[in-house]
């Protein structure tokens, strides 16, 4: 596998946006799962899964871009100036 980029990152939280999307507009609010709570509640603890993972995904890449951006800051200071 490619090594992970911020790009990456940023496609994984699209992606997990648009699951999330398409468990409201397309389940969420479909008739069967509107009268049956069973399966509401199924499906509405998915989408709390998959809210947390998009949570998850946006704190990871956080964390690398401010590792990565201090990396770069830290090796100006030693780099000597043209």
């Known amino acids: 596998m490619d090594k992970l980029d911020k790009y990456h990152y940023?496609?994984?939280?699209?992606?997990?946006?648009?699951?999330?999307?398409?468990?409201?507009?397309?389940?969420i609010k479909h008739p069967v799962v509107q009268e049956n709570v069973q399966i509401r509640e199924?499906?509405?603890k998915a989408q709390e899964y998959i809210a947390e993972a998009y949570q998850l995904i946006g704190r990871i890449s956080f964390k690398r871009d401010m590792f990565q951006k201090?990396?770069?800051?830290?090796l100006m200071k030693v780099l000597p100036e043209n």
Request: aromatic share 0%; net charge negative.
């Open 10 to 27: 940023h496609e994984a939280l699209d992606r997990v946006s648009n699951v999330n999307e398409i468990i409201e507009n397309m389940l």
């Open 42 to 44: 199924h499906i509405e």
């Open 70 to 74: 201090k990396s770069e800051h830290n």
